[in-house]
């Protein structure tokens, strides 16, 4: 099974401390190898989770994020990201949420969720909240969840969003912006040879979040399809 080595991190280890042009370019194929280390194991990730879901994201190479940094709006000019990153989009309308991993020495991680959804998407998932929250409740305050993701994170407003009582007994629901939740590794299990396996597991811990929030945006208050 492919797995993220030891030289992987060190390349992103030797880039943080050397996050310029010069050093990449004399160090060009460290990093095409290990950007072909990363890929196999995206591919290995792919292969599993598309055991259990259906996934639109053809090869782990498509799912990779560019290790180019947009430095056109940031004060950090740095060229290079020190971490390898990537998605995975989930197949036709009625699924929705995606799924993300991060891998950096020391701080790996993998995450799911609604990282932007359009104001239509948001409005059914508080419109679905407001009427009853506790489907989503039992989900998150499950013992799987907890116990894999701890809590439900995202942006949140400040208050009650505009045309939802502000006194509504699951208004701190109805807050977010963004429905997001994670996991984070140790360097030790992102270097095991079955991590590709434990990522995917994870990602299958999300299903039941992911089914309800998908259901929501996909049909009415009747529960009639609209997609």
């Known amino acids: 099974m492919a797995a993220i080595t030891k030289d992987n991190f060190n390349f992103l280890s030797q880039l943080k401390k050397n996050n310029n042009r ?3 370019n004399d160090h060009k194929d460290i990093y095409l190898k290990q950007h072909e280390n990363t890929i196999e194991f995206a591919n290995q990730v792919l292969l599993e989770l598309s055991k259990h879901d259906n996934i639109e994201t053809p090869t782990g190479k498509k799912s990779l994020f560019r290790i180019y940094r947009d430095v056109r709006f940031g004060k950090d000019k740095s060229p290079y990201k020190t971490h390898w990153a990537g998605g995975f989009k989930r197949a036709t309308k009625q699924l929705r949420g995606g799924y993300y991993f991060h891998i950096e020495k020391g701080n790996s991680m993998v995450g ?3 990282w932007a959804p ?15 929250a506790k489907p989503l409740r039992k989900i998150i ?25 502000k006194d509504h007994p699951d208004v701190d629901l109805l807050r977010y912006k963004q429905f997001i939740i994670s996991k984070k590794f140790s360097d030790e299990e992102v270097l095991s040879p079955d991590f590709a396996k434990v990522v ?9 979040f992911f089914d309800y929030m998908s259901e929501s ?3 009415d208050a009747n ?5």
Do not use: C, H, Y
């Not at 104001?119 to 909240?129: M, N, S, T």
């Not at 995917?200 to 039941?208: N, V």
């Not at 529960?223 to 997609?227: A, D, F, K, Q, R």
């Open 22 to 24: 010069d050093w990449f």
């Open 112 to 114: 799911g969720g609604f």
């Open 118 to 132: 359009n104001k239509d998407d948001l409005l059914r998932f508080r419109e679905d909240i407001a009427f009853d």
């Open 141 to 165: 305050n499950s013992k799987s969840f907890k116990d894999t993701f701890g809590t439900l994170d995202g942006e949140q407003l400040k208050t009650s969003p505009k045309g939802f009582d």
């Open 200 to 208: 995917s597991d994870t990602f299958k811990k999300m299903r039941p």
């Open 217 to 219: 945006v996909t049909t």
């Open 223 to 227: 529960g009639e399809s609209i997609v």
